[in-house]
């Protein structure tokens, strides 16, 4: 099985700058792109956070309350990068 960080980094040796993640906002017309490097160098950082400062690591549940937004999919990866089983709206 495959983790979520490798993944990350294969996509950021691939194609470092090509959109990993595109967020839409209907409402606004707002539009974000995130590239594989932004999106693995969010990921490591929430990990990191996750682990050090919350001591959490494999395993663990996060409850994650964020709208659908493309910081929704950085914590997604970085929770997982650091093992820890995701709940939406928990």
């Known amino acids: 099985?495959?983790?979520v960080w490798s993944l990350l980094q294969r996509r950021r040796r691939e194609?470092?700058?090509a959109p990993l993640v595109t967020f839409l906002d209907a409402g606004t017309g707002e539009r974000t792109e995130l590239s594989a490097v932004s999106?693995?160098?969010a990921a490591a950082k929430i990990a990191n956070a996750l682990r050090d400062e919350y001591d959490l690591g494999p395993g663990a549940?996060?409850?994650l309350r964020l709208p659908l937004h493309w910081q929704r999919s950085?914590?997604?990866a970085?929770?997982?990068t650091a093992g820890c089983v995701?709940?939406?709206g928990a």
Request: with cysteine; glycine share 14%; hydrophobic share 50%.
């Open 39 to 41: 999106v693995e160098n």
């Open 78 to 80: 970085g929770a997982w």
């Open 1 to 3: 099985m495959t983790d």
């Open 61 to 63: 549940t996060i409850g």
């Open 15 to 17: 194609s470092a700058g």
């Open 74 to 76: 950085a914590w997604c």
């Open 86 to 88: 995701v709940a939406p």
